[in-house]
């Protein structure tokens, strides 16, 4: 007991899946992030929130 239920939240670049999302600046809309594998750029990202796993 006593386990904190933390929830990860995972960028994924919408064009080709990788996690490495940067952000890139910030608007009054929202971030702007840039994918470091495949060179995309946009606002949009898919979210992905991942609990802790357990063995
Ligand atoms: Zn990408």
New binding site residues.
Partial sequence: MGTMMEKKKTLR?P??G?KKIVPEAAFITGYKYA?E??G?VGSLVIEEYNEDDQD
């Fill in positions: 670049c064009k080709c990788s994918c594998d495949c995309y």
